[in-house]
């Protein structure tokens, strides 16, 4: 149990929400806490950083076509990056602002993709990339 990066991986008991499945669990879960990073290692915003997954196999979230209802209810940090994986706007979106927001920022031709971070731990969630 170790992740790409050479770190040492541990199952916990937790309440965080897993980047494979996109849920956020009420009570405590065996989740493992691995590094990730999100965009291609081209440039200086392709940051490794901590996310969770179950320990346990879940499944994928599949409703690409929808913002994942266990984060509407959140405040989050909403980046939108260009498609050389610059950052090039941000906001921090209250409960309820997040989807029209990343929404807003898919709007630009210019972004190809949002991220979407916890808004303290500023932990990757996940992304939504443009459609082609």
């Known amino acids: 149990m170790i992740d790409r990066f050479g770190h ?16 956020i669990p009420l009570v405590a879960e065996d989740m493992i806490l691995i590094s990730y990073r999100a965009l291609p290692d ?8 901590p996310i969770f997954v179950h320990a346990r196999v879940c499944e994928r979230y599949a409703d ?8 509407l209810s959140r405040s989050l940090v909403i980046r939108a990056y260009d498609i050389d994986g610059r950052i ?3 906001v921090v979106a209250q409960p309820g602002e997040a989807e029209p927001a990343a929404y ?12 979407v971070r916890h808004i303290s731990y500023t932990c990757f969630d996940f992304k939504i990339i443009r459609a082609a």
């Open 64 to 71: 690409v076509a929808s913002f994942p209802r266990d984060f």
């Open 8 to 23: 040492q991986l541990h199952v916990q008991s937790v309440v965080a929400p897993c980047r494979h499945c996109l849920r």
């Open 88 to 90: 090039a706007d941000a």
């Open 104 to 115: 807003a920022f898919l709007q630009n031709d210019a972004i190809a993709e949002v991220h």
């Open 42 to 49: 081209s440039g200086p915003y392709a940051e490794v950083g």
